[in-house]
């Protein structure tokens, strides 16, 4: 067992500001500007800027231009004139991918079957998707979110489509611009957490360290889903799935949460926190009523309409009495 280490007492601190202090407004647009010089170059540090987003978000008129540096897509390090020669490239570069998508098709149509069975879960994804908003505007172009979509397939061996990213995909078209910007924000943002949204790379790592860490800070609750709520836990692998997009009550909500999550504050692998922190929403309920599997799944997936701050702060709250304990080795590793 090991303490974490004391470098980690300003997350400490961020966290317990974040929890104890009513939320500032989110980043504007000329707070973002004021970031940086005359030749686009950052005059305030990566850590001071992360550090803002987690306490207080992003105004949706800089969302876009600030997740290319979250996810990587921008450097921290470039200029202005850099990032316009980087934005031509990605352009160029995904123009590239659907000229040798569309060279390739005939041969992935005749010769691999589970192209043909990932295209037709991709059509059939999306025409399910409700494309509207509440005054009953088109908001989304489903041929060309199909387009995104089988392009990553091809592209990214390492994160084979699997349902649920459509409605992922469907957030960063409405956040973007253009097609390639969609594309490479989504390959970035699964590069940038790890890929802890696939089923076959990180969502097992995610549901093994949750179940670790309610051992760990809640061994009464441990206790009974070892027991009457056995498999429990496994069963949760939807959230990270999704990223939790389907609990929270607002588009703005979810991108709130996802930016977080591309912040690495106030550590990495924040989504398992998230996870425990609604665990803990249900958790009297599941005691008192002696709840089985069944009805403890139930529990969870009612937690719908949440808010993106509270969720967040309380996330932050366990991170903050995590680092005061002494910790399983396992535990620390994931964290930091």
């Known amino acids: 067992m090991t303490t974490l280490s004391p470098e980690n007492s300003l997350s400490a601190r961020w ?3 974040f929890i104890l202090v009513k939320r500032k407004p989110p980043i ?7 970031f940086f010089d005359e030749n686009g170059l950052l005059t305030k540090s990566r850590d001071l800027i992360c550090v803002n987003i987690l306490e207080r978000g992003l105004h949706p008129y800089v969302r876009t231009e600030a997740w290319k540096f979250l996810t990587g897509y921008y450097s921290w390090q470039s200029s202005q004139d850099e990032r316009l020669t980087v934005d031509s490239t990605r352009r160029k570069n995904y123009e590239a991918l659907c000229e040798m998508y569309i060279k390739i098709q005939p041969l992935l149509e005749n010769l691999h079957r589970n192209f043909m069975e990932t295209r037709n879960t991709i059509a059939y994804d999306i025409q399910k998707l409700y494309d509207k908003d509440p005054l009953g505007n088109v908001i989304i172009d489903k041929k060309r979110l199909e ?11 390492q994160a084979e489509y699997q349902q649920g990213f459509h409605e992922m995909v469907m957030l960063f078209q409405l956040m973007a611009e253009h ?7 989504f390959q970035f943002f699964l590069q940038k957490t790890e890929h802890s949204c696939v089923i076959k790379i990180g969502v097992g790592k995610n549901l093994d360290m949750l179940n670790t860490l309610i051992n760990f800070l809640d061994p009464v609750f441990a206790e009974h889903l070892r027991g009457k709520g056995a498999g429990t836990v496994q069963s949760l692998f939807p959230w990270f799935c999704l990223c939790f997009q389907r609990a929270f009550k607002s ?13 690495g504050k106030p550590c990495r692998n924040f989504q398992v926190l998230v996870a425990y922190s609604m665990l803990q929403m249900v958790r009297e309920q599941v005691l008192q009523e002696s709840m089985t599997s069944d009805g403890i799944l139930l529990a969870c997936n009612n937690l719908i309409d949440l808010d993106a701050d509270v969720l967040i702060s309380a996330a932050c709250l366990v991170y903050a009495e995590l680092i005061q304990k002494d910790v399983p080795q396992s535990l620390k590793d994931f964290f930091l």
């Open 147 to 157: 387009k995104i979509l089988l392009l990553s397939y091809v592209c990214n061996t």
């Open 15 to 17: 966290s317990a500001s």
């Open 251 to 263: 588009f703005d909500d979810v991108w709130r949460l996802w930016e977080v999550l591309l912040t």
């Open 179 to 185: 097609d390639h910007e969609t594309f490479w924000l």
């Open 28 to 34: 504007d647009k000329t707070e973002w500007d004021g």
